[in-house]
């Protein structure tokens, strides 16, 4: 199967799972993410297969926001076993090809390792992948400071 029919059939199985029908005129319409009640009911194992894949992408695009939609999914269900996508997220941050790729996927990974320092941007709506990334590096940074502060 060529690489780009196994993404596009990830795709298809994983926006069922997380997308409903929201009227136009909601926050929710405008945002990148569906609300994270979504993720309460969604097939978890067949989300972590498709998200993995997703991650193998060769489209930079595909990797970053698929890093964010298992960010999201992390925050809304912090208990669900996802150890194929914290596995997959370790090697991104590691050896993906970009820099960006590489950074998204160690917040990533502290979002998956202290979900509680995330809980702030959990039920946020975000206009762009870019403003969430944003929200989580300035998490991290206002967690990191704090911490220096008292020592």
Do not use: W
């Amino acid at each position: 199967m060529r690489p780009h029919t196994i993404l596009a059939t990830a795709l298809i199985l994983a926006a069922p799972a997380l997308h409903a029908q929201v009227p136009a005129d909601t926050p929710q319409a405008r945002g990148v993410f569906p609300r994270a009640a979504r993720f309460q009911n969604a097939d978890m194992h067949m989300l972590q297969k498709g998200y993995v894949r997703c991650f193998a992408a060769e489209n930079d695009g595909v990797v970053e926001s698929a890093i964010a939609q298992v960010v999201r999914m992390r925050l809304a269900r912090p208990d669900a076993p996802m150890k194929d996508i914290r596995a997959a997220l370790a090697q991104l941050s590691q050896a993906a090809r970009t820099p960006a790729i590489r950074y998204k996927a160690y917040l990533a990974e502290l979002a998956f390792d202290c979900p509680a320092m995330f809980v702030e941007v959990r039920d946020e709506n975000f206009a762009s992948y870019e403003q969430f990334y944003a929200s989580l590096t300035s998490r991290v940074q206002s967690e990191l400071i704090g911490q220096a502060g008292t020592e």
